[in-house]
Each structure stands twice: as structure tokens, then as C-alpha cells.
């Protein structure tokens, strides 16, 4: 008798351990400074106290995707294990002079530009090895972009789960609201990564959709 | 401008699209697509654009389209179409188009000359 019980709660632990292994390799998306790094770095501190990478006032400061591996977030009572991918900024043109315009030096703003369309190619090619994303969006800009299309577009194709960030909700101009209307079958969760104001409403919706 | 009709798209693949649209944005013109690019075609679209980007020459496109539309009418299901559609797109060379007015209906847009 016993040995039978024993035997049904192993299988029952082994099929938790295969169908319920909550692990999810979650790619973060986004135009140019919209705040995507400041985001992958507070999750990643947040739940693992690990500083990762650089931010900046420039767009395309980030040029490389940058994966951080076994970041456990419980929330709402349920834990899951996330592999966070942050993309370089999406665009569909880069101009070095954009980047003089910040102050740099021609050199470096021509380098930077050579580099930004790598990262964007680089952020493509990472949209087939996801589970799921979050696109984080700008709430003082207009989230009727291509870029933002292409991307909800793909997610929808590929009936991937999609979370929309509605970010910098610190600032006065945002319109979170505006990004509803454009996306409304969609969820969207409205934070300020910067401040981290909503984070734990964001780890709630991640643990919902991705778990 | 330059349209190309839903007729003329349909007849080609992907790849053909995309490298007629590239080439002709590249040479400085606005191409209108009658019918626009699936989402697999609008990222490959980024991703060739991409490439193509040299300094001083040619800095990118700009894109004005909308979401995929999924009509599963009815009719639609009789007649086993995919219920796909996909709206107008306009495509031309980085910071030539800008969007006056956008709805769910309608695009209009205006083309600057020159910066
Ligand atoms: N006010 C405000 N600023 C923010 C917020 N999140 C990010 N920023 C600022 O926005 C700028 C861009 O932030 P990043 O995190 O580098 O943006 P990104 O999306 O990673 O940008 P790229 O890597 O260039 O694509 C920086 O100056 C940030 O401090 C926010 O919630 N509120
Ligand atoms: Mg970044």
C-alpha cells in the first residue's frame, strides 16, 4: 500500500517537474531609450542584487543583447524562473548625426551608428528564440511606431505571450492611456522603472503571463 | 511615389518585395503599398534596412502601416481564407515622411523635401 502511494507521489512530483518547471526565456523590446536597460536592471537587482548594464540619455546605448540567466521572481504565490534578454534599441533608421547632435565626436557617432544597425539585426534575430516579451514603450512619445507594430505583430504571429511596459509614467507628459488605445488586446502594465513606482503590479502581471 | 498594387504583391515573394522596395526608397522615392507586409515581411524589411545603411548615403526608411487585421468572417471560413489582412503601408527614406494625421482608417501623410 504503502509503496504504491509512494510510488504516485513521485510521479506526481516528477510530472510537476516536467509540466511545471516555470522557466521562460523572456526577450525585452523597445525603441531606443525607452527605458529598456534601466528595466532588465531593476529586475535583475530586485530579485538577484546583481548590477548589470549601462544606461544612457543617448539612444542605441545598447548595442549587444545582454542575457542574464536564472532570475527567480515570486510573485502573487507563484515563483518563476526567467532568462532576461535586453535588446539593443529596434529602429528603422540610424543617423550618425543624431549622435553629434548629443555631442559626440563624428567618429564615435559614425562608430556609434555602425554598431546600432548591428544591434538592431541582433535584436531581430533574437525574437526566435523567446518564450515571450516585454515591450516597453516610452508614455511621453507616440506608441504608433513601426517598430512597435512589427514587433506586436510578430508576438501575435507567432502566438507568443506579450506584456506591454508602459514606462517613465513619472513624467508629466505621459499618457499611458494612449498606448492602450493603440494596443487594446493587450496587457499593459504602466510603471516608471527609473523610480520603480508599480515594479511589484509588473512582477504580478510577469508571474501571470509567463508562469 | 510609387504604388504598387495588392495584384502586383501578391505575385511576388517576400524577398522580392523587399528588395524592390529597398531599392526604390533608396533611390529617394516614396513607395505605397496597396497592400501591406505581414509581420514576418515588416522585420525582415528592418533587418535588410539595416544592412543597406551607409554613412552619408542612406540613413534608413520610415514606415507608416498598420496592425495585422485578422477577418475571420464568416465568409471568409466558407471560402477557407486565411482572414489575414493587411492595410496601406507607405514607405520612404528616413525623415521624409511624417504623419499628419493617422486613424484607423485612413493615413495621410506628408512628404517634406529636402530636411
Ligand atoms: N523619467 C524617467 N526616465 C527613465 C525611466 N526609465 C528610463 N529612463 C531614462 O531614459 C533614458 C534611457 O534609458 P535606457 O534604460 O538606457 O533605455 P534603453 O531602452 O535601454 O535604450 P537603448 O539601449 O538606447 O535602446 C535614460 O536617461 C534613463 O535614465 C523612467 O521610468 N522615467
Ligand atoms: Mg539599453
Known amino acids: ?211 | 511615389m510609387d504604388l504598387i498594387s495588392a495584384e502586383r504583391l501578391e505575385s511576388m515573394s517576400s524577398m522580392e518585395k523587399i528588395r524592390l522596395i529597398l531599392s526604390k526608397v533608396k533611390r529617394g522615392n516614396i513607395v505605397v503599398l496597396e497592400m501591406g507586409l505581414t509581420p514576418e515581411e515588416e522585420v525582415k524589411l528592418i533587418e535588410m534596412t539595416m544592412t543597406e545603411i551607409r554613412l552619408d548615403e542612406f540613413s534608413g526608411i520610415e514606415i507608416e502601416s498598420y496592425p495585422v487585421k485578422n477577418e475571420s468572417t464568416f465568409l471568409n471560413k466558407i471560402l477557407g481564407k486565411s482572414g489575414i489582412k493587411t492595410r496601406m503601408t507607405v514607405i520612404g527614406p528616413a525623415n521624409q515622411l511624417r504623419t499628419i494625421e493617422k486613424d484607423k482608417y485612413q493615413i495621410s501623410t506628408k512628404v517634406s523635401v529636402g530636411d
Open chain 1, 1 to 211: 500500500m504503502s509503496v504504491i502511494r509512494s510510488l504516485k507521489m513521485n510521479f506526481a512530483v516528477w510530472i510537476k517537474w516536467i509540466f511545471g518547471k516555470k522557466r521562460a526565456r523572456i526577450g525585452i523590446y523597445g525603441p531606443p531609450n525607452a527605458g529598456k536597460t534601466t528595466l532588465a536592471n531593476r529586475i535583475v537587482k530586485d530579485w538577484s542584487g546583481i548590477e548589470t548594464g549601462g544606461i544612457s540619455h543617448i539612444p542605441h546605448e545598447t548595442r549587444r543583447a545582454m542575457r542574464t540567466d536564472g532570475v527567480i521572481i515570486n510573485a502573487n504565490g507563484s515563483s518563476i524562473e526567467l532568462d532576461i534578454v535586453d535588446t539593443p534599441g529596434m529602429a528603422t533608421k540610424i543617423d550618425f548625426r543624431e549622435f553629434m547632435a548629443y555631442g559626440l565626436e563624428e567618429e564615435e557617432a559614425k562608430r556609434r551608428a555602425k554598431e546600432a544597425t548591428e544591434g538592431v539585426i541582433e535584436a531581430i534575430k533574437w525574437l526566435e528564440n523567446l518564450d515571450g516579451i516585454l515591450l516597453v514603450m516610452d508614455s511621453t512619445e507616440d506608441p504608433y511606431t513601426q517598430v512597435n507594430v512589427t514587433v506586436v505583430g510578430n508576438m501575435e504571429a507567432r502566438k507568443l505571450p506579450l506584456l506591454i511596459v508602459a514606462n517613465k509614467m513619472d513624467l508629466p507628459k505621459a499618457a499611458p492611456s494612449r498606448i492602450k488605445a493603440a494596443f487594446p488586446q493587450h496587457p499593459i502594465v504602466t510603471i516608471s522603472a527609473l523610480e520603480g513606482s508599480n515594479i511589484d503590479d509588473l512582477y504580478v502581471a510577469i508571474a501571470r503571463h509567463f508562469g
